[in-house]
């Protein structure tokens, strides 16, 4: 069973300060997506990295792969309210099992204003 | 487009009953998929369609969960009879059969609540 271990589960901060959200695993994946969910809504994909040592930004958020593809991590500069929300890393098996998402348990975010 | 779709988004069951959701995927996707989060737990994987064939159902926790796709279309998920350990919210995602086909995309849940 791969398993994803995400850090920290909660984080409370202020507007405009930094923040890391972590995603590890001892089990290698093909690629690894970052979801965000909101309250009664199922999640939303924001990225998807492939590449070992790979790294995507998407306005002040930057998502890096492992080297080795065992972990990632989302990285948010300057929060805002907005980025409110539950974040959720997930990675594809390899070969048969690439159909098959396994989630980690998640990273609540509340940045206060 | 629209997006994955899910119906009912709530629903409250005594022990013993039957419930059926039912899931309609982006159109053109091949790949639907079934997932479920139970209270303090992370999102887990049921199984997984390509068309109207099973993939793999490895994630399905017993025999009395009945997923089909009659058609490669819509999904339903059955649970008979249901159990109070099958509380949770239950999400379909689909995806397209390329070599993008790990961008899976959620519909809203099914909150299922069995009393």
């Known amino acids: 069973t791969q398993l994803l271990e995400q850090s920290p589960q909660f984080l409370s901060i202020q507007e405009g300060e930094n923040l890391t959200v972590y995603c590890n695993s001892s089990?290698?994946?093909?690629?690894l997506q970052w979801y965000r969910q909101e309250p009664g809504e199922g999640p939303v994909l924001l990225v998807t990295?492939?590449?070992?040592?790979e790294v995507k930004k998407l306005k002040r958020l930057t998502f890096q792969f492992g080297d080795a593809r065992k972990d990632s991590s989302l990285h948010i500069t300057a929060a805002q309210p907005g980025d409110t929300g539950l974040y959720l890393c997930?990675?594809?098996?390899?070969?048969?099992?690439?159909?098959?998402?396994?989630f980690g348990d998640g990273t609540t975010l509340t940045v206060k204003p | 487009e629209a997006g994955v779709t899910q119906f009912p988004s709530h629903s409250v069951i005594e022990k013993g009953q039957t419930v059926t959701l039912r899931c309609d995927p982006i159109s053109g996707h091949d790949n639907l998929y079934w997932y479920r989060r139970v209270m303090g737990k992370e999102i887990k994987f049921l199984l997984h369609?390509?068309?109207?064939?099973?993939?793999?159902e490895s994630g399905m926790p017993n025999n009395r969960f009945l997923a089909e796709r009659t058609g490669g279309t819509y999904s339903t998920l059955k649970v008979q009879p249901a159990e109070l350990e099958d509380s949770g919210v239950y999400f379909c995602a689909s995806s397209q059969v390329d070599s993008y086909s790990y961008e899976q995309y959620f519909g809203p849940g099914t909150r299922l609540t069995v009393t």
């Open positions: 089990s290698v994946f093909s690629s």
């Open positions: 990295v492939v590449t070992g040592g």
């Open positions: 997930a990675g594809a098996g390899c070969s048969a099992n690439a159909g098959k998402s396994t």
């Open positions: 369609f390509v068309k109207e064939s099973k993939q793999d």
